[in-house]
T-cell receptor
Framework: AQSVTQLDSHVSVSEGTPVLLRCNYSSSYSPSLFWYVQHPNKGLQLLLKYTSAATLVKGINGFEAEFKKSETSFHLTKPSAHMSDAAEYFCVPLFGNEKLTFGTGTRLTIIP | NAGVTQTPKFQVLKTGQSMTLQCAQDMNHNSMYWYRQDPGMGLRLIYYSASEGTTDKGEVPNGYNVSRLNKREFSLRLESAAPSQTSVYFC?????????????FGPGTRLTVL
């Protein structure tokens, strides 16, 4: 069965330190992959997407993600966290022509 | 350019009441979507409209109906609200009629059914 797992429901980092939000998918083929961000009381916004081109994808606000087929992973990283990065992050694979499959989300807290 | 707008922002209903959630987009997008978001879960697709004049069921359509009124507007109706429909509802739109296209989300409607 095709699925997505966000390994951490909550991540806390200090301002200025690196961010790592983990995402793994399960599928017999490589999906398209997205990261969406949801700031408090706001709708979701696309951060970045992978659609079988370069495996390292750069997004908005300094975020990037690397597609690793051998590990079936698409982890989201940022070198230096900012207070404005506090939000909920969703890993979202697209398996073939099916609907988007949203992960359960990772809440990122930034410690001043 | 307001993007995707939703009304109302908050609503409280009693079991059995009906209501319509409104959604409009000003980006001339072809496709529109309705999702619900529940605690500890990702978004789940209720209905979508790939283009004006078409609607299709998503993952959790039971208890809902939709209308694509025109290219701009896509409404979601609860005919007889139930407590299980307490949720945050998001409308989204995209330019192309496939799920890989970037979706733009509204701010959400927080619905409580008592």
């Amino acid at each position: 069965a095709q699925s997505v797992t966000q390994l951490d429901s909550h991540v806390s980092v200090s301002e200025g330190t690196p961010v790592l939000l983990r995402c793994n998918y399960s599928s017999s083929y490589s999906p398209s992959l997205f990261w969406y961000v949801q700031h408090p009381n706001k709708g979701l916004q696309l951060l970045l997407k992978y659609t079988s081109a370069a495996t390292l994808v750069k997004g908005i606000n300094g975020f990037e993600a690397e597609f690793k087929k051998s590990e079936t992973s698409f982890h989201l990283t940022k070198p230096s966290a900012h207070m404005s990065d506090a939000a909920e992050y969703f890993c979202v694979p697209l398996f073939g022509n099916e609907k988007l499959t949203f992960g359960t989300g990772t809440r990122l807290t930034i410690i001043p | 350019n307001a993007g995707v707008t939703q009304t109302p922002k908050f609503q409280v209903l009693k079991t059995g009441q009906s209501m319509t959630l409104q959604c409009a987009q000003d980006m001339n997008h072809n496709s529109m979507y309705w999702y619900r978001q529940d605690p500890g879960m990702g978004l789940r697709l209720i209905y979508y409209s790939a283009s004006e004049g078409t609607t299709d069921k998503g993952e959790v359509p039971n208890g809902y109906n939709v209308s694509r009124l025109n290219k701009r507007e896509f409404s979601l109706r609860l005919e007889s609200a139930a407590p299980s429909q307490t949720s945050v509802y998001f409308c989204a739109s995209s330019d192309e009629g496939w799920f890989g296209d970037t979706q733009y989300f509204g701010p959400g409607t927080r619905l409580t059914v008592l």
